[in-house]
């Protein structure tokens, strides 16, 4: 079974762009889960899809915003990028919601210049 | 509200000698309890979990931990280091309530020294 993945693996942008940032779950997991991970704060919860509905929220600002289509993969977005976005964002699937064995992606590393 | 603390940001051992990597947990619910491996430039790998069953947990490449709710720990440990430990790990806790949603430590950074 083909792992999650996630695309583009490195991402170069600009202050004040924006981002979308792509991950597909492992086929038959429904639930997914995006985080931020930088040397400063480690891992942190962004947001949790289930069902093509949010069900879960970091406490990120409003420039950091999801989805997730009927097939179960998941964008997210970033608005006006700033340069404390810089990051690696990693995406992790689930079976579904009672599934606490999250899969993880290999990540997109943003760098905003 | 949950927390996790993980002692010691790098630790350094010897190839063949016991692993222990420290984490405590704050939870006003009963946790979920989770210990990841990241090795450079990929994602995170499940190494075990506790979900309120047995509270000693055996996880892959010969790695475990006990959770003890009295000491509010789930410590990880391995009899033998090899080379191939060489990694960061993390300690994350969720509960019933969280869905997808884990609350990591700030990472421990395992050297295995020849």
């Known amino acids: 079974k083909a792992g999650v993945t996630q695309t583009p693996r490195y991402l170069i942008k600009t202050r004040g762009q924006q981002v979308t940032l792509s991950c597909s779950p492992i086929?038959?997991?429904?639930?997914v889960s995006w985080y931020q991970q930088t040397p400063g704060q480690g891992l942190q919860f962004l947001f949790e899809y289930f069902s093509e509905t949010q069900r879960n929220k970091g406490n990120f600002p409003g420039r950091f915003s999801g989805r997730q289509f009927s097939n179960s993969r998941s964008e997210m977005n970033v608005s006006t990028l700033e340069l404390g976005d810089s990051a690696l964002y990693l995406c992790?699937?689930?079976?579904?919601?009672?599934?606490?064995?999250?899969?993880f992606g290999p990540g997109t590393r943003l760098t905003v210049t | 509200a949950q927390s996790v603390t993980q002692l010691g940001s790098h630790v350094s051992v010897s190839e063949g000698a016991l692993v222990l990597l420290r984490c405590n947990y704050s939870s006003s619910v009963p946790p979920y309890l989770f210990w990841y491996v990241q090795y450079p430039n990929q994602g995170l790998q499940l190494l075990l979990k506790y979900t309120s069953a047995a509270t000693l947990v055996k996880g892959i490449n010969g790695f475990e931990a006990e959770f003890k709710k009295s000491e509010t720990s789930f410590h990880l440990t391995k009899p033998s280091a090899h080379m191939s430990d060489a990694a960061e790990y993390f300690c994350?806790?969720?509960?019933?309530?969280?869905?997808?949603?884990?609350?990591f430590g700030q990472g421990t950074e395992l050297s295995v020294k020849p």
């Open positions: 994350a806790v969720s509960n019933y309530n969280q869905g997808g949603k884990l609350i």
């Open positions: 992790a699937s689930a079976h579904d919601r009672g599934s606490y064995e999250q899969y």
């Open positions: 086929s038959g997991h429904r639930s």
